[in-house]
């Protein structure tokens, strides 16, 4: 059973930069595990913001990024707002099976 | 514009059985996965299993054989029934939709199922 792993919180100051990661117990991150980013505010469902590992949607804030960095799926605010303080997931694909990760509570202080 | 609109709550009893519902418009129903994710209280994101596009289903292991998903492609209507309950079984279910090659994007409104006798 693969375990993805994520920070459980961060913080950062407003019009900063910060980087979330994903991790897999399989192994490296590659494009293969078409990774998946999503941001949840308390009492919303999730809302998409990259898809497979780099690719914005239409909705996605300019200031989000997706990559791989040093074996990890990673997800990269710059020029952090008020409004991005939230849960951030990643997902990840293995096998035929998709792993969330635990979410990273980011703190906007 | 694509919507997948959820059933309303469930109380379900200990035990027994639920069926949500996902109403999908707004796209080709049958071009796309559905997935099913469900969220303990004030707890992460867990993937349950998808319908694909062909109508085929795979689960997560966790749930193979107690979950059934299925689809009617008459009405754009994807069901996630899960049998034999327990408390633990208390969540927000969700489905989620996904274009082919992890491609995730529109959720469901989540809906709320609550184990309790």
């Known amino acids: 059973q693969t375990v993805v792993t994520q920070e459980p919180s961060l913080t950062v100051s407003p019009g900063g930069t910060v980087t979330l990661t994903c991790a897999s117990s399989?192994?490296?991150?590659?494009?293969?595990?078409?990774a998946n980013w999503f941001q949840q505010k308390p009492g919303q469902p999730p809302r998409a913001l990259i898809y497979t590992t780099d690719m914005k949607h239409s909705w996605t804030p300019a200031r989000f990024s997706g990559s791989l960095l040093g074996g990890k799926a990673a997800l990269t605010l710059s020029g952090v707002q008020p409004e991005d303080e939230a849960e951030y997931y990643c997902?990840?694909?293995?096998?035929?099976?998709?792993?969330f990760g635990g979410g990273t509570k980011l703190t906007v202080l | 514009q694509v919507q997948l609109v959820q059933s309303g709550p469930e109380v379900p009893e200990p035990g027994a059985s639920v069926k949500v519902s996902c109403q999908a418009s707004g796209y080709t129903f049958t071009s796309y996965y559905i997935h099913w994710v469900r969220q303990a209280p004030g707890q992460g994101l867990e993937w349950m299993g998808l319908?694909?596009?062909?109508?085929?289903?795979n689960y997560a292991q966790k749930f193979r054989g107690r979950v059934t998903m299925t689809r009617d492609t008459a009405t754009n209507m994807v069901y996630m029934d899960l049998r034999r309950l327990r408390s633990d079984d208390t969540a927000v279910y969700y489905c989620a939709r996904e274009y082919h090659g992890g491609h995730f994007d529109y959720w469901g409104q989540g809906t709320q199922v609550t184990v309790s006798s």
């Open positions: 319908v694909n596009p062909g109508g085929t289903t």
């Open positions: 997902l990840l694909m293995s096998g035929n099976a998709w792993v």
């Open positions: 399989t192994g490296a991150v590659t494009s293969d595990y078409y």
